[in-house]
């Protein structure tokens, strides 16, 4: 038996459903010709006049549905997708949106931080050896006692990650490497792709949401498109790597098993930590805090 998907009038995706279901529901006018739908076997969401046939007799065609239009080269709204997955700057608009979840989003950012950290000792440690001092340049950061040492490093903290984020961004994947992983992207609201002034306004609006115990960030997990304090300041949306594409019916709802290997480890680390602590405290606790 074919299961079908169809997009209703708020572009939600519906499905999966019988060819008798399908049928009914164009019986009843809830199904127009520009309706996209899709099956197993289509390379793209379908308008449905180009595949009612399949469902609906000839006869309940022309009796339940106006007639279809000629073929016409002209561009509509309701014409089938044609952009490739990364055609640069092409956008297909009109299908259902899989927006990334809050989990998704975390484990993303956690590699996120591993890369530009790793960056920034890249090009931090030369530094400390070039001025001198190694090692004890390093913890000279920390105490504050080598000035120069310490702007540099606070310089490199801010604009590592703020220029990583704005050009990753802002490029053709539209992706940092740890969304990239998990599978998903930054977008207009649109589905356009963002400038890089609006990646780097968004990396300090990101700040922002970070502030004030995350509660900015949080709101990822409430807000009905998924969006964070930063996406509403900068009208941004952060969704599946193949919505507004070709082929929207690759999205996927899930967290994929990159994204849980990484939250996975990383509650590891953290139940680690915890422990160490504890043990720490029950040492002491034993030795009379002396």
Request: hydrophobic share 50%.
């Amino acid at each position: 038996m074919t299961d079908w998907y169809y997009a209703d009038a708020q572009n939600q995706r519906q499905g999966p459903m019988p060819t008798g279901e399908l049928a009914a529901l164009h019986a009843q006018g809830v199904l127009r010709p520009e309706t996209l739908v899709w099956r197993e076997g289509l390379a793209a969401w379908t308008p449905w006049r180009q595949v009612m046939h399949e469902v609906v007799p000839p006869a309940a065609t022309a009796a339940g549905a106006p007639p279809m239009p000629p073929p016409t080269d002209e561009v509509s709204p309701y014409a089938p997708p044609r952009a490739a997955l990364h055609d640069d700057g092409a956008v297909v608009a009109g299908n259902h949106v899989v927006y990334a979840g809050f989990w998704k989003r975390v484990a993303a950012s956690i590699i996120d931080s591993f890369v530009t950290t790793f960056i920034m000792w890249i090009l931090m440690i030369p530094l400390f050896l070039v001025v001198g001092g190694g090692i004890e340049a390093m913890a000279s950061v920390n105490d504050g006692s080598n000035v120069l040492l310490s702007v540099l490093y606070y310089l490199a903290s801010l604009g590592i990650p703020l220029v990583y984020m704005a050009w990753m961004h802002s490029s053709s994947n539209q992706a940092t490497l740890g969304k990239m992983a998990v599978g998903i992207k930054v977008v207009r609201s649109d589905g356009e792709r963002i400038s890089f002034l609006r990646g780097i306004g968004r990396y300090f609006a990101y700040i922002l949401s970070s502030l004030l115990l995350f509660i900015g960030l949080i709101m990822a997990g409430f807000t009905e498109r998924k969006q964070a304090l930063h996406d509403f300041i900068c009208d941004t949306l952060v969704v599946d790597k193949h919505a507004f594409t070709s082929q929207p019916e690759l999205q996927r709802d899930e967290l994929g098993s990159v994204a849980i290997a990484i939250l996975v480890l990383a509650g590891l680390f953290v139940v680690g930590m915890f422990a160490l602590i504890a043990i720490g405290i029950a040492a002491l606790a034993a030795g009379g805090w002396r």
